[in-house]
């Protein structure tokens, strides 16, 4: 089982688990607390975020920035998302005209182990 964050494209949040998130499909299953799964639509996300936990750490500050001694895996990115969200990672599978890719985050304290990116979420890709 995975954890994961589901953030919509109407601001509104899904934590739980799932164990069939599949990015060439159009749907998934998110259990909450071990209840009867539901289904979330991919198109309707904005990102979906493989976590450590599902409580996060709130003493942890947020960072877009890159460790200054260690190797980045993949292509560096920045993600900006349509509702100014801005993310800073690395990917392995970006190509444009896919409906999403993987970002793993720049900061390795994330809570975020990875993200699955909607493309059509976004405003701006760029590699930097």
Do not use: W
């Not at 164990?19 to 071990?34: A, I, R, T, W």
């Not at 942890?60 to 993600?79: C, E, I, L, S, Y």
């Not at 993987?102 to 059509?120: G, H, K, Q, W």
């Amino acid at each position: 089982m995975n954890q994961v964050v589901a953030r919509y494209l109407d601001g509104s949040t899904l934590k739980g688990e799932t164990n069939d998130f599949f990015p060439n499909k159009e749907l998934f299953h998110v259990s909450v607390n071990g209840s009867k799964p539901l289904e979330v639509k991919i198109p309707e996300l904005k990102a979906l975020y493989f976590v450590r936990t599902l409580q996060g750490d709130p003493e942890h500050q947020k960072t877009n920035d890159f460790p200054p001694n260690g190797p980045a895996p993949g292509r560096k990115m920045k993600v900006t998302f349509k509702d100014g969200e801005v993310l800073v990672g690395t990917t392995q599978g970006y190509q444009p005209g896919r409906p999403g890719f993987f970002l793993l985050p720049a900061d390795p304290r994330s809570n975020n182990e990875r993200c699955y990116i909607v493309t059509s979420a976004t405003q701006s890709v760029a590699f930097v």
